[in-house]
């Protein structure tokens, strides 16, 4: 079995769901692929991954209304272990890169972590992921049983949910004690598309000269184009703009159908993050930027002539 432990909100499966199903699809080993739903009030997630899975295994409890990487490791390995699972795949989030190390010790199984491609063959498990602050893409191999990876988000293509639901079943856990309180919790408020959902991401860098150009150009252009804001480390260091819109080896990996690239030169750690982009558009006054070597499209010249420009051109 290939168990996938769902990452999922409000109800729905996570975009970083979708790819892991692609991934455990390609990974070519034997075996029903079934996928884990943790939480509270999960029957939405659960209908989801029906339409993808081989099997989908529930566990909707008020223990699960909070994340705790205690909780979460220990459910995804007895499921893992009761399933005789070889092959148990997490998200690259925040979360899952905090508790899969916990699931591998249980299992006493090799961990691979923030894979971007995963094979079997010849009776070993090869994957591939980014070091030396993603300069590097490096080749890993395992002849381990069993094992736990961890998927970067945006590494794979989303898969496509089918029309037959699979079976669902409601599983029984021998959970620890929580011995982590949550007190209370603030959350980032905005109206506009996440990273990880959108096909379309303008972001922006230094080349947009301050907060207010940032707001101008690249919210600007956005709106016209129902699309998400991203942005550079330097800019998110600077305080421009929240972490949560970080595109890079230190941020978020995106893959959307169009990233439109403004003001920003195209540092190795950025490009790691969004290089898989189906269409790159690339504005920067430097005509030798990195950031063009991997554009489809490049615009040379002043980002504050050419974007208010475009925007003018899409609201018209």
């Given at each position: 079995?290939?168990?996938?432990?769902?990452?999922?909100?409000?109800?729905?499966?996570?975009?970083?769901?979708?790819?892991?199903?692609?991934?455990?699809?390609?990974?070519?080993?034997?075996?029903?692929?079934?996928?884990?739903?943790?939480?509270?009030?999960?029957?939405?997630?659960?209908?989801?991954?029906?339409?993808?899975?081989?099997?989908?295994?529930?566990?909707?409890?008020?223990?699960?209304?909070?994340?705790?990487?205690?909780?979460?490791?220990?459910?995804?390995?007895?499921?893992?272990s009761e399933g005789e699972a070889h092959t148990v795949l997490i998200g690259g989030s925040r979360s899952g890169r905090e508790y899969s190390p916990r699931v591998a010790v249980r299992l006493d199984a090799a961990l691979l972590e923030d894979v971007t491609s995963l094979r079997f063959a010849k009776d070993a498990v090869s994957a591939q992921h980014y070091t030396y602050l993603a300069r590097v893409t490096e080749k890993i191999e395992t002849p381990a049983k069993t094992i736990v990876a961890t998927v970067k988000p945006g590494s794979f293509a989303a898969a496509a949910p089918g029309s037959n639901h699979a079976e669902q079943f409601?599983?029984?856990?021998?959970?620890?004690?929580?011995?982590?309180?949550?007190?209370?919790?603030?959350?980032?408020?905005?109206?506009?598309?996440?990273?990880?959902?959108?096909?379309?991401?303008?972001?922006?860098?230094?080349?947009?000269?301050?907060?207010?150009?940032?707001?101008?150009?690249?919210?600007?252009?956005?709106?016209?184009?129902?699309?998400?804001?991203?942005?550079?480390?330097?800019?998110?260091?600077?305080?421009?703009?929240?972490?949560?819109?970080?595109?890079?080896?230190?941020?978020?990996?995106?893959?959307?159908?169009?990233?439109?690239?403004?003001?920003?030169?195209?540092?190795v750690q950025h490009l790691s993050g969004m290089s898989k982009s189906k269409i790159i558009v690339a504005i920067n006054k430097d005509g030798d930027a990195p950031i063009f070597k991997v554009a489809d499209y490049g615009i040379v010249g002043d980002v504050q002539q050419i974007v208010p420009a475009l925007i003018d051109g899409l609201r018209k």
């Open positions: 079995m290939i168990l996938i432990a769902a990452e999922h909100a409000n109800g729905k499966l996570s975009r970083s769901t979708y790819e892991i199903v692609t991934c455990a699809r390609e990974l070519g080993r034997e075996g029903p692929i079934a996928i884990l739903i943790l939480g509270k009030d999960v029957v939405g997630a659960a209908a989801e991954a029906a339409l993808v899975a081989d099997q989908v295994l529930v566990a909707d409890r008020a223990q699960f209304a909070q994340y705790d990487a205690e909780l979460w490791s220990a459910a995804v390995a007895q499921i893992a409601d599983v029984d856990l021998n959970l620890p004690e929580r011995r982590v309180k949550v007190i209370g919790r603030s959350l980032e408020k905005t109206a506009r598309i996440s990273l990880s959902e959108a096909d379309i991401v303008v972001a922006g860098g230094r080349g947009v000269g301050s907060a207010d150009g940032f707001t101008k150009l690249v919210e600007g252009l956005a709106d016209q184009l129902g699309a998400a804001v991203g942005a550079t480390r330097a800019i998110v260091d600077a305080g421009w703009r929240p972490y949560s819109e970080q595109v890079g080896q230190t941020g978020k990996t995106v893959q959307p159908k169009a990233y439109i690239a403004i003001g920003i030169s195209g540092a």
